[in-house]
C-alpha cells in the first residue's frame, strides 16, 4: 500500500507505523486519518502481528490537526486507495485491538495528544514539550479531554485543558500521560516481552477492555465469562497451554 502521510513496516511480530509529514510538523489532514485507520485496520487483521510501534519523523512528534487542511478540504491530497470518511482520530485508535507503543522523541502539540493517549504504553525523552493551546486560540481541545479523563482524574484533565502552558516529560510522567522516560533500550525491552505471548488472548483482552466500558458490573462478568470460553475453544489457544502446562 503506497500512503501519503505515513509509512508502515511489517517484522515479524511487530508492525509499525510512522508519521511521514515532516515538513508540517505531521499535522495531521482527514486523508491522513484515513490512512492510519487502513493501517492500523490491517495491523489488527495479521495473526502475526502482536504489537503496533508509533513514531514520527522530525523534531515534532505532531503539532496537531492541520487546520487549513480541514477548513478547505481542497488543500488536502487524497489517497483513491483507501476509502475516505469523516472518522476522528480518537476513534480510529479506539478501534486498535492490538497493544500500541507511541515513541515520542519530539514534541506533542494540540490533537497530536490523540495519538499518544490512544496507545496502551508511551515512551518519551526526557526533555520534550507537551502543550495543549487550543484555549489560548479561543477553541477547545474536546476530543483531548476524551482522552486525558481515562488516564488522570477528570478535574485535574480539565485544569490542563484550561492551563494552554507548555509542560515538560517529567509532568507528562507525573499525569500518566506519558509512561516511561525514554532510554536506550526501553523499547528494545518492551518489544521483547511480546515476543511469546498469544496473539489471541492479546487481541481478545484488548477487545474485552473496549466493549466493557459502557456495561454494569453483572453484564461485564458474563461478557468477560463468555470471552474466556471463546478463547480457550481456539485450537492454538488450547495448543499453548497443554505445552506449557506439561513443561511446568
Given at each position: 500500500m503506497k500512503y501519503n502521510f505515513i509509512e508502515t513496516n511489517v517484522d515479524g511480530y511487530i508492525f509499525s507505523l510512522t508519521l511521514a509529514r515532516e515538513a508540517k510538523r505531521n499535522a495531521f489532514t482527514p486523508t491522513m486519518v484515513n490512512e492510519i485507520a487502513h493501517a492500523l485496520e490491517t495491523a489488527n487483521s495479521l495473526d502475526e502481528v502482536k504489537v503496533v510501534v508509533l513514531r514520527a519523523k522530525g523534531p515534532v512528534f505532531c503539532a496537531g490537526m492541520d487546520l487549513k487542511t480541514y477548513q478547505n478540504p481542497e488543500l488536502d491530497t487524497l489517497n483513491p486507495e483507501i476509502n475516505n470518511e469523516q472518522v476522528s482520530l480518537g476513534e480510529v485508535f479506539d478501534r486498535l485491538t492490538k497493544p500500541s507503543i507511541a515513541l515520542v522523541e519530539g514534541d506533542v502539540i494540540a490533537g497530536g495528544f490523540l495519538f499518544i493517549l490512544g496507545c496502551t504504553y508511551v515512551l518519551a525523552k526526557e526533555n520534550l514539550y507537551f502543550k495543549l493551546p487550543e484555549i489560548n486560540l479561543g477553541i477547545f481541545p474536546f476530543q483531548v479531554l476524551a482522552g486525558l479523563i481515562r488516564v488522570m482524574p477528570e478535574k485535574k484533565a480539565l485544569q490542563l485543558c484550561l492551563d494552554g502552558q507548555p509542560f515538560p516529560s517529567a509532568k507528562a510522567l507525573?499525569?500518566?500521560?506519558?509512561?516511561?522516560?525514554?532510554?536506550?533500550?526501553?523499547?528494545?525491552?518492551?518489544?521483547?516481552?511480546?515476543?511469546?505471548?498469544?496473539?489471541y488472548a492479546i487481541q481478545a483482552g484488548m477487545e474485552a477492555l473496549k466493549a466493557i466500558r459502557g456495561m454494569d458490573s453483572k453484564e461485564?462478568?458474563?461478557?468477560?465469562?463468555?470471552?474466556?470460553?471463546?478463547l480457550k475453544d481456539k485450537e492454538e489457544v488450547k495448543t499453548q497451554m497443554e505445552a506449557r502446562l506439561k513443561k511446568d
Open positions: 507525573e499525569y500518566g500521560i506519558v509512561d516511561t522516560i525514554l532510554e536506550e533500550n526501553t523499547l528494545r525491552d518492551l518489544l521483547a516481552t511480546f515476543e511469546g505471548k498469544n496473539t461485564q462478568y458474563a461478557y468477560l465469562l463468555g470471552c474466556l470460553t471463546k
